[in-house]
């Protein structure tokens, strides 16, 4: 006859069994919870974008929308409102679309996307020339690459060759590589060219059909007349007082022979030069 110890060790062998048994359920029944939960949050189309709330434009569409949204993230995940990243969205949208600005993205609970921009506005053309590796030192390329470019120096948009005084036009002589989205100018030289600019343009005596950034690395800037001559310009100084002192030497100094200048240089504030032809 078994004794009482061989039941009680058996009494507690069962009851860890059981034990075990609820602790296995308790987990399976937790994971199962756990994933059921997961699926509901990540993969739910309860919490998929259906709306996408775009200013009226021409250009961007709410397939497009769709698409970064999707490539942004594995398994379609970029559409879940909460996993969605709105920084990730509005990086992707200011690299595809550069002539945007001002660009905001938001969420709206539980399926909308709400995005805002602007549209960049043209107040120039940037040029440069292209890069032909087949020149040889001294010659000239035959044409140039051309932008819009915004009051940022941004450029976003491929111009046209241009010429004349009814567009500002400004041609840098500096080789690097650009792409659309670059700021290609400072604010100080965008702000240095418009005030000069604006200020021949009140004069009315000429107007600059193209200002050439010089490929040093100085600040030297010359200004093409549509009188065939040219002004030397040092960015460093008030564009204002250069302008001045244009006329200045225009209307005292050189009078009726200005048909004969080749240029004017107002590169250093305490001095004028000209030459001509």
Known sequence: MPSSKYWRIKTIKKEERVKRRKIIFFWFSFTVAFLTIMWSFFMSPFFKITEIKLPENDFITNNEIHKLMIGSMPLNLGENIFILSTNRIKSDLAATFPNIT????????????IINFEKRIQIGIWCQPKVDPRLTDGQEPQADNCYYFDKEGIIFKEAPQTEGALILKIEDLKKREVSLGNQVLSNEQLTFITKFN????????????EFKIAPSANFDLEAVTDRGWS????????????????????????????SNLEYIDLRLP???????R
Do not use: C, W
């Open 102 to 113: 001002d660009l905001n993205v938001k969420k709206e609970l539980f399926h909308g996307l």
């Open 231 to 258: 002004i030397y310009l040092n960015q460093n100084q008030d564009p204002v007082s250069e302008a001045n002192n244009l006329f200045t030497i225009l209307n005292e100094v050189i009078k009726s022979k200005a």
């Open 198 to 209: 604006n200020k021949i343009t009140e004069n009315n005596q000429f107007k600059i059909i």
């Open 270 to 276: 305490s001095r004028i030069f000209y030459k001509m």
